[in-house]
């Protein structure tokens, strides 16, 4: 097992007075991934993919190098089928403006999860009204796990996408992706999307495996920073789709009389890209690279049951989301509002995310209005879980 003691001390931003919970919000970042973005700053700022001179050719390799990095720690078969984008939300975006928006037509059916984050329900219900596509909804099953009789009962030849998450932001809800995958396959010709910005931190992801036709990404769940994430694609599907934003870097020549597009990944990525941001993604993972994800996950894993044992003792709190072996536990606490319950927390310096958690159908489904969620990273310990219950309990005493 890593010295999680020397893995905390990484994280300046963790300082021992705050109790940091709000990991699937966003991960603190490590030392050498900072100063991965201050080198490139104060050393090699340059363009990239333009100019002559050193720095912009230094930058361009560097910038490359990245993209490898990406397509390697997702086992991508090319690089060419990694683009960069500010995160899972725009990649998703991208594939509802392009892909479906020049596909789609009335009488199409879009499959989408209940459990989603409002990342990937939006753009499906934007891209349904501009083609006359129908949204469908896969109902939660029990114990917040993914309904398969349902969805096998929706797919159809009707349906042309499923929208799904690896795992859900609220519940910790792992997917049975390769099991959509194979039923989608089985009964229809639809394409497979998955929003893997709540898995990709806390489980090694070979997209070549699970066989969906995108998997997209956000880089500040990855301990990298906010600004930078990725949209995989499969490359003959990336061929065929017409560009999104138009500018500099994704043409090859452009006239009044008509222009022609870059070929991958530059097709995609218009204008001066979020170059510190993808070096810092990939210093990031090459430095999770160097801990066995298990060791990881299995501490994290300890920190949530602990918590889970603890939240289970107190009196009028609710445990509305915990799915064994993830790393988020959401309660409610009776009678009291979830921001009122927050609020008393941080007094107590310990941060949780409370609210709907840009997921209103899942609240709809559950029946409440919104959740406290509590969220656990590598650098929390075993302090910090006592910190919080005991935290909880003031509360509850309190309220």
Not at 63 to 92: M, P, Q
Not at 152 to 159: E, G, I, W
């Amino acid at each position: 097992m890593p010295d999680m003691q020397t893995i905390r001390a990484q994280f300046p931003a963790i300082d021992g007075e705050t109790v940091y919970l709000d990991s699937a919000a966003t991960t603190q970042k490590p030392q050498v991934v900072i100063d991965c973005i201050t080198d490139y700053y104060r050393n090699q700022n340059a363009n990239v993919h333009r100019g002559s001179h050193s720095l912009t050719a230094m930058a361009t390799t560097r910038f490359e190098n990245a993209r490898e990095a990406v397509a390697r720690f997702i086992n991508a078969d090319s690089a060419k089928e990694i683009i960069w984008t500010r995160g899972a939300t725009e990649a998703l975006n991208l594939i509802a403006q392009t892909y479906a928006r020049s596909t789609l037509k009335p009488g199409d059916e879009i499959l989408v999860s209940e459990m989603e984050h409002h990342a990937n329900i939006v753009p499906w219900q934007i891209v349904a009204e501009q083609t006359g596509a129908k949204v469908v909804k896969v109902p939660i099953g029990e114990q917040c796990q993914f309904d398969k009789n349902a969805f096998n009962s929706l797919v159809n030849s009707n349906t042309k996408i499923v929208a799904v998450a690896q795992v859900t932001n609220v519940t910790g809800t792992t997917l049975p992706i390769k099991d959509i995958v194979a039923m989608t396959r089985a009964n229809s010709q639809a394409i497979v999307i998955v929003d893997g910005a709540q898995g990709i931190v806390h489980q090694p992801t070979d997209v070549q495996d699970l066989d969906a036709d995108f998997y997209v990404f956000s880089g500040h769940k990855l301990y990298a920073p906010a600004g930078i994430g990725v949209l995989y694609g499969k490359l003959a599907i990336l061929e065929a789709m017409p560009p999104w934003h138009g500018g500099g870097k994704m043409v090859e020549k452009v006239s009044f009389e008509g222009t022609t597009f870059s070929q991958l990944p530059g097709k995609f990525e218009a204008g001066t890209p979020n170059v510190a941001g993808a070096l810092a993604l990939a210093c990031s993972i090459e430095w999770l690279g160097q801990y066995p994800n298990n060791e990881l996950e299995q501490h994290i894993h300890q920190l949530q049951q602990l918590a889970f044992d603890g939240l289970s003792q107190l009196d009028d709190i609710e445990i509305i989301g915990f799915q064994p072996g993830a790393s988020v536990i959401t309660f409610v606490m009776e009678g009291v509002h979830h921001q009122d319950l927050a609020t008393l927390l941080d007094q107590q310096n310990i941060a949780v995310r409370a609210g709907h958690h840009c997921a209103h159908p899942l609240m709809d489904a559950l029946g409440v209005k919104g959740t406290v969620r509590a969220s656990f990273a590598i650098y929390n310990s075993l302090e910090d879980v006592e910190r919080f219950v005991a935290a909880v309990k003031k509360a509850v005493d309190m309220l």
